[in-house]
């Protein structure tokens, strides 16, 4: 039991920041990604003793959090508060270029087919190897490396068509060229 109590410790401390990152850049609410980090850790305790291999636990971790996001969305129904301007903080974050982006290249992601998007999320955001993804989604490498360039190949074409239909001004997303 006391091994258990560490290994669990271990766990969160060592995972904790990377799946509130990737929790908050799948529901851009600090308030909820916390909420499913939180639910992550009371799901994987109670089933710690499923996790037969240590080293895949930071898969497991995030295959729990993925399906918690999508339970959470199942009855989510977000509340609309009103902000006054004043509150946002004054900062190169809220600067409207580089929310604008962010925003763009978040939703060209969302819009790319679920077998582009996972791979590709699993890369950018956990820094897996193809190796990596190819075991967390149970596919060969080659499939992994192809959907992998796919999908920055459709990512690049989603980013280049919203980016010249939308805004008059330089992007750095086409390396600062307007078409």
């Given at each position: 039991m006391?091994?258990?109590?560490r290994?669990?410790?271990?766990?969160?401390?060592?995972?904790?920041?990377?799946?509130?990152?990737?929790?908050?850049?799948?529901?851009?609410?600090?308030?909820?990604?916390?909420?499913?980090?939180?639910e992550?850790?009371?799901?994987?305790?109670k089933?710690?003793d499923?996790?037969?291999?240590?080293?895949?636990?930071?898969?497991?971790l995030?295959?729990?959090?993925?399906?918690?996001?999508a339970?959470?969305?199942?009855?989510?129904?977000?509340?609309?508060?009103?902000?006054?301007?004043?509150?946002?903080?004054?900062?190169?974050?809220?600067?409207?270029?580089?929310k604008?982006?962010?925003?763009?290249?978040?939703?060209?992601?969302?819009?790319?087919?679920?077998?582009?998007?996972?791979?590709?999320?699993?890369?950018i955001?956990?820094?897996?190897?193809?190796?990596?993804?190819?075991?967390?989604?149970?596919l060969?490498?080659a499939?992994?490396?192809?959907?992998?360039?796919?999908?920055?190949?459709?990512?690049?074409?989603?980013?280049?068509?919203t980016?010249?239909?939308?805004?008059?001004?330089?992007?750095?997303f086409?390396?600062?060229h307007?078409?």
């Amino acid at each position: 039991m006391q091994h258990k109590h560490r290994f669990f410790e271990q766990l969160v401390s060592a995972y904790a920041n990377d799946l509130y990152r990737y929790a908050y850049w799948l529901c851009k609410q600090p308030t909820v990604a916390e909420d499913l980090v939180q639910e992550t850790f009371t799901r994987a305790w109670k089933a710690i003793d499923n996790l037969k291999d240590e080293k895949a636990a930071k898969a497991w971790l995030i295959t729990i959090l993925r399906r918690e996001n999508a339970r959470m969305y199942e009855k989510y129904q977000p509340q609309l508060l009103e902000i006054e301007e004043t509150i946002v903080a004054d900062d190169y974050h809220n600067e409207p270029d580089e929310k604008f982006e962010k925003q763009q290249l978040h939703q060209a992601i969302m819009q790319l087919p679920a077998d582009y998007k996972k791979p590709l999320i699993l890369q950018i955001m956990w820094g897996y190897s193809g190796d990596e993804i190819a075991v967390q989604l149970n596919l060969k490498l080659a499939t992994v490396n192809t959907r992998l360039f796919r999908a920055r190949q459709q990512l690049k074409l989603l980013l280049t068509a919203t980016t010249s239909k939308n805004s008059p001004h330089k992007s750095s997303f086409d390396g600062g060229h307007t078409k």
